[in-house]
């Protein structure tokens, strides 16, 4: 049993020669942590910029966690972009596929804790691809893996390093988050399969539509295929629908704009016991601005 408590408050009082110190200490019994899908350009931070602040408020969220990788219109990472984001109220920044398109990322992601990049990338890539972060006096890791189907990058098998990282992580916290950046379905699918006992949440990311497969396994994960994107709702994958049939249709290179119009806001709001890690209620957060 994981002994870990939150001191609410402290008050010393000093009255002639008595000292009177009156220590409330609540055990908590609950932890929620908001985790957004991919953010894509500007529209999708201005969302969260928008909407983050209220809803930390209002379902008292004790930490955020998003994907980041498309924050610098739409593909890639920018330092200043990366702090907007920080200073909205997102704790943590996960990422993927997409994270060397902005080279700025190189100046900052072996420094900054708050950013991770896919675990399972060749060693030697710069930066960190697990981190332990702390809310009140408790302890969660965010792991993030990139998946191998469909998804044209050189790494290693993200479920040999999943296990390795989950065990490290198991060491130090039972409040563990998986960031599974991937393509396939039955990728993400076997992933939350084989760490349903192990883990909080496998939570998908990258194809930035919101699946409705949410689930928590009776052993201890909530999992979900993928959940979705903060981003222009009418569009493809965030970016302008007439460009990407341009560049479907034609092949001819297009210019990556990003579509206008009404945003969705989308991402996952998982409850769970911070003493074994389980998952307790998971649901799905869907907004339109
Ligand atoms: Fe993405
Ligand atoms: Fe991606």
Same mark, same amino acid.
């Given at each position: ?14 009255? $002639?020669?008595?000292?009177? *110190? ?44 998003? /994907? ?46 708050? *950013? ?20 009140? /006096? ?12 469909? !998804? ?49 949440? !496998? ?27 903060? $981003? ?25 704009? *990003?579509?206008? $119009? ?6 996952? *709001? ?6 074994? $890690? ?12």
């Amino acid at each position: 049993m994981y002994k870990q408590c939150r001191i609410n408050n402290a008050v010393l009082e000093v009255t $002639g020669y008595l000292i009177h *110190l009156q220590i409330t200490v609540k055990l908590v019994d609950h932890l929620k942590i908001l985790f957004l899908g991919d953010i894509v350009g500007r529209p999708g931070r201005k969302a969260v910029q928008k909407l983050l602040p209220g809803m930390k408020e209002e379902q008292k969220i004790d930490m955020v966690i998003a /994907n980041g990788e498309n924050i610098a219109g739409g593909f890639g990472i920018t330092p200043p972009l990366m702090y907007e984001l920080f200073n909205a109220g997102i704790d943590v920044l996960t990422s993927g596929n997409h994270i060397w398109n902005k080279k700025e990322i190189f100046q900052v992601i072996s420094a900054e804790e708050r *950013l991770i990049r896919p675990a399972n990338f060749p060693s030697g890539i710069p930066g960190r691809g697990m981190g332990i972060y702390k809310t009140g /006096n408790i302890q969660v890791a965010v792991i993030n893996l990139l998946g191998r189907v469909f !998804v044209p990058l050189p790494c290693d098998c993200p479920f040999t390093v999943a296990l390795r990282e989950v065990e490290n992580a198991l060491k130090i916290t039972p409040n563990i988050i998986v960031d599974f950046h991937a393509e396939a379905t039955s990728e993400k699918l076997a992933m939350g399969w084989l760490l349903k006992d192990k883990v909080s949440a !496998v939570i998908g990311t990258h194809t930035h539509v919101q699946t409705a497969d949410e689930r928590i396994y009776p052993q201890k994960a909530a999992y979900i295929t993928d959940a979705g994107m903060v $981003g222009p709702y009418y569009s493809v994958l965030g970016l302008d629908p007439e460009k990407a049939l341009q560049k479907l249709i034609y092949g001819l290179p297009a210019s990556p704009d *990003l579509a206008p $119009g009404k945003v969705i806001f989308n991402g996952v *709001l998982l409850k769970l016991d911070p003493y074994s $890690g389980k998952a307790l209620e998971f649901s799905r957060v869907s907004h339109f601005i």
